[in-house]
């Protein structure tokens, strides 16, 4: 008899005991601070170290910027590489290895670098491999496999930690250097550390599936006739084939889209702070307007990740793209007179840019399926990075050519126009299923 009592006693305190909560929404805050340690320590810190360390390690500006060309070419290209680490070993695993590769980069930096090859190949190779496996693909491919309904809304408060990053991983950066009368190394030294937290949140707090943890995408909340109510139309049913993927004409349409959020930034980034001072604007307003990049980034993203949530995929790229279109026009009509223009065209940039970024990080999860998501995903970076990355120079040789800008930011609005043309064929395929000769 007692021993059925305590039997009954301890079946009522488990159904009283509270169930285990989400475990998705820690994994966000988990993805959101390894993202803010690996990009902004490492890229934004990076960029103000080597600032300090050209008073040492003496090269010339092409040989220095051809740093930051390999570390953009080695954060995205290899990104076929990273995506077969995430099948084997999952986000996590690959997580580890970026944190590895980073650190490796930070201590070759800080103890070995004294010649202009060793910064390419420490900040270049090593750091901007490190960044490729530990930021994009693991983490949009984590946020798929956890999210469905909150997919764009998750994806871009997960991609708003660049943001800050470069808001306040530099100055950071910079104050410490200063602190250190200039001793660059220390900073390097920095982000070693800064990428082993990074390494161990991503070890002790990255889960791979809901199931693993006996949950369900979107912690179940959404199920049967309430999914398909919620859900109207926005994410397939059914997970595809890498190949059916590549067979599928809406995929080549978003890669389209994917080259028109691209092309444009990598522009940018590089020719607007040149573009500026030949209007004549001071240093002090230019880096308010570079400030108002990194604002309207926050803002794209928020309102580009809930759209997402709520209408079609192409819709709401297209609307990202228009931002750049505004913004293009804008800048091709600034002056030294006008810091209102030149303001609101950063910050549509910023908002063109991350808004998009957020649909081509979540679009072909939403058309495919989460499986499939990494390979496909990291097609789709790989052939961005190798066709955007000429921006900057084709940007260069236009100037040069017409000694103006505008020949260059007219070809960014028929880029655009060609994005959105291209996505509003991007529909929600639908999987043709090949039956076998005699199967029924």
């Known amino acids: 008899m007692a021993t059925s009592e305590t039997t009954r006693a301890a079946a009522r305190q488990g159904a009283t005991a509270p169930k285990r909560g989400f475990y998705g929404w820690k994994l966000l805050g988990a993805l959101w601070c390894i993202f803010f340690l690996n990009m902004g320590f490492p890229l ?3 960029a103000v170290i080597n600032s300090y360390m050209m008073h040492e390690i003496h090269m010339p500006r092409s040989i220095y910027g051809l ?9 995205s290209v290899p990104a076929m590489l990273v995506a077969a680490a995430i099948i084997r070993w999952g986000a996590r695993g690959s997580f580890l290895i970026g944190s590895g590769l980073i650190f490796c980069g930070a201590m070759w930096m800080a103890f070995v ?18 960044i490729g496996f530990a930021t994009f693909l693991p983490i949009s491919t984590a946020v798929n496999r956890w999210f469905k309904h909150y997919r764009g809304r998750c994806m871009a408060f997960v991609l708003t930690a660049s943001e800050f990053a470069g808001l306040l991983a530099a100055p950071l950066m910079n104050k410490l250097i200063t602190a250190m009368s200039g001793r660059w190394r220390t900073g390097w030294e920095v982000v070693a550390c800064m990428a082993i937290c990074s390494g161990l949140i991503a070890y002790f707090f990255v889960k791979e599936h809901p199931a693993d943890l006996g949950q369900e995408v979107d912690n179940g909340r959404f199920a049967g006739e309430d999914d398909a109510r919620k859900d109207r139309g926005l994410h397939t049913t059914e997970e595809w084939t890498t190949g059916e993927v590549y067979r599928s004409f809406s ?9 028109a959020c691209e092309y444009p930034f990598f522009f940018f980034t590089a020719h607007w702070l040149v573009y500026l001072r030949g209007l004549g604007i001071s240093p002090a307003n230019a880096a308010l307007a570079q400030g108002m990049f990194s604002i309207g980034g926050v803002g794209g993203l928020i309102v580009g990740g809930i759209l997402l949530d709520f209408i079609a995929a192409r819709y709401t790229y297209i609307l990202g793209l228009a931002c750049y279109l505004v913004g293009t026009y804008l800048a091709m009509h600034a002056s030294h007179e006008s810091l209102f223009i030149i303001f609101t065209a950063a910050v549509l940039y910023g908002a063109a840019f991350n808004w998009t970024f ?5 679009v072909a999860g939403n058309f495919y399926g ?4 990494p390979k496909v995903n990291g097609t789709l970076w790989v052939i961005t990075a190798l066709i955007c990355s000429p921006a900057a120079v084709i940007g260069g040789i236009l100037f040069d050519a017409y000694k103006s800008y505008r020949p260059a930011f ?5 880029i655009c126009v060609i994005g959105m043309l291209a996505l509003l064929f991007a529909r929600m395929p639908k999987r043709k299923i090949v039956q076998v000769a005699g199967s029924r």
């Open 410 to 414: 007219e070809l960014n609005q028929v």
């Open 251 to 259: 995929f080549w349409m978003i890669v389209v889209g994917a080259l």
């Open 370 to 373: 989460a499986e499939v998501f």
């Open 67 to 75: 740093g930051f060309s390999l570390l953009n070419f080695f954060v």
């Open 358 to 362: 957020a649909c081509a990080n979540t």
């Open 44 to 46: 934004y810190g990076g």
């Open 113 to 130: 670098a004294t010649q202009p090859w060793q910064y390419l190949v420490g900040f270049g190779v090593l750091i901007g491999s490190g």
